[in-house]
């Protein structure tokens, strides 16, 4: 089974303004998988699905009020993949049941490893580990973004995208403002949001 492409509308916002504004609804992709997060998965779960692995398990990175890790959960239960969240701060160890974005990632099967704030800076140590622990396992990064994830964005720009003059997005961890930068028409212009603090 492989990730399908799909098709996203694009609805006008009304404005009593000299410009037209448009919104394609990603959100409209699956009701946990959606958005950004949908295409930054595309390609790396179906080229680890292309390679037929015996037991096939993704390990990713995020915080308790992670979209990513959501998403990834969903994603493993409807494609039944085991999932692995690592997750920032063990102070909520003992009570992540009351944070709502973690217990929908728990219902939705993923499996949970809480790590010190100090210990989750360390990303290359964490994933070397990781990868001698868990030796056929996928690790995506924290919030999905890697030259896989950049790749899959192209799918977000249709030919019902090509006339616009002005691409906008939200930016996290930059995967997705580096996809449409990368596919974007030459004329367009890309404006970034951002809305992360991450000082």
């Known amino acids: 089974?492989?990730?399908p492409i799909v098709s996203i509308p694009i609805i006008q916002i009304p404005l009593?303004?000299?410009?037209q504004l448009f919104l394609k609804r990603e959100d409209l992709i699956h009701a946990q998988i959606s958005g950004n997060k949908y295409w930054k998965l595309f390609y790396n779960i179906n080229s680890y699905?292309?390679?037929?692995p015996e037991n096939?398990?993704?390990i990713t990175f995020g915080g308790a009020f992670s979209n990513h890790i959501a998403a990834v959960a969903a994603l493993g239960k409807v494609y039944q993949l085991k999932t692995l969240g690592i997750i920032r701060g063990e102070e909520i160890q003992d009570k992540w049941k009351e944070n709502p974005t973690?217990?929908?990632?728990?219902?939705?099967?993923m499996d949970f490893q809480f790590v010190t704030r100090s210990a989750y800076k360390d990303?290359?140590?964490l994933t070397q580990s990781l990868q001698k622990e868990f030796s056929t396992a996928l690790i995506i990064p924290e919030g999905?973004?890697?030259e896989s994830a950049v790749e899959g964005i192209q799918f977000m720009l249709t030919e019902e995208t090509k006339s616009f003059d002005y691409l906008c997005t939200a930016v996290g961890t930059g995967g997705t403002v580096a996809g449409i930068s990368r596919f974007a028409e030459k004329h367009q212009q890309i404006l970034g949001f951002k809305v992360v603090d991450d000082s």
């Open 1 to 3: 089974m492989k990730i």
């Open 16 to 19: 009593q303004k000299n410009i």
């Open 49 to 52: 699905l292309e390679q037929s």
């Open 56 to 58: 096939p398990f993704i």
């Open 102 to 109: 973690l217990k929908l990632a728990h219902q939705n099967g």
């Open 123 to 125: 990303k290359y140590a």
């Open 144 to 146: 999905g973004t890697n």
